[in-house]
């Protein structure tokens, strides 16, 4: 079966810090990785997506980018943190456009980072 | 461009009641029609999805949901809620594309009663 992984769980990281969160997926191949974040009382927002290795979409202007280094790796970065980038986010996964059958564009979460800027 | 409305932020029912909970859409064409839930501090997971076929869905936990286009609806349904259902509660729309991304309406906090 297939699992999604994110770390780390909780960060607390001072202005202007740099940032680094990882999310990997494993029992499946080539899946569409995406990175939300999700302020609090809010609903969530797409940050970027990743039909594929090296293929990123950007969804907002923003402080954050991110990578996808490995097929089933997708890490969220900032080069210098700000206070509004404090939130909780969310990795998630769907199966290829070409193996979804039934399940189509059914989303699969991480269980999510909590990052709090001081 | 594809919206959702949830249009109750919080809902408080007492434990063994009913409980419905709104969703609007504004889709193009046929959409495709998702329930998560978010326990707090937790991923969400899924509760149930519509793509196509009988417009009465049933999902996990207990929960229903029926797709009415006519009123670009997608409301979901218990019968008697637990305790244990309290938590957050999101609507989605998204179409079965090759980025197959999904827009999220703002979640409904439902909160259970003894």
């Known amino acids: 079966s297939q699992t999604i992984h994110q770390w780390p769980a909780t960060l607390v990281q001072p202005v202007g810090s740099p940032l680094s969160l990882e999310c990997t997926v494993e029992?499946?191949?080539?899946?569409?990785l995406y990175w939300y974040r999700q302020a609090a009382g809010r609903g969530l927002q797409l940050l970027f997506y990743s039909v594929g290795i090296g293929q990123i979409s950007s969804e907002v202007p923003q402080n954050l980018s991110a990578s996808r280094p490995q097929d089933r790796q997708f890490i969220l970065s900032s080069k210098k943190l700000l206070l509004s980038d404090s939130g909780f986010y969310l990795c998630?996964?769907?199966?290829?456009?070409?193996?979804?059958?039934?399940?189509?564009?059914?989303?699969?979460f991480g269980e999510g980072s909590w990052l709090t800027v001081v | 461009a594809q919206s959702v409305t949830q249009p109750d932020i919080h809902i408080t029912v007492s434990e063994g009641a009913s409980l419905e909970l709104r969703c609007n859409y504004s889709?193009?064409?046929?959409?495709?029609l998702f329930w998560y839930v978010q326990s707090p501090g937790q991923g969400l997971q899924l509760l149930l999805k519509?793509?196509?076929?009988?417009?009465l869905v049933q999902g996990i936990k207990g929960f229903e949901a029926e797709f009415k286009r006519s009123q670009s609806s997608f409301n979901l349904r218990k019968p008697s809620v637990h305790w244990s259902d309290a938590a957050e509660y999101f609507c989605a729309v998204g179409p079965n594309t090759n980025a197959g991304k999904s827009t999220f309406g703002d979640g409904t906090t439902l909160t259970v009663k003894p």
């Open positions: 998630a996964w769907v199966p290829p456009f070409a193996v979804r059958g039934s399940s189509g564009n059914t989303i699969y």
């Open positions: 889709y193009g064409a046929t959409p495709y």
């Open positions: 029992g499946t191949s080539n899946p569409n």
């Open positions: 519509y793509f196509s076929g009988d417009t």
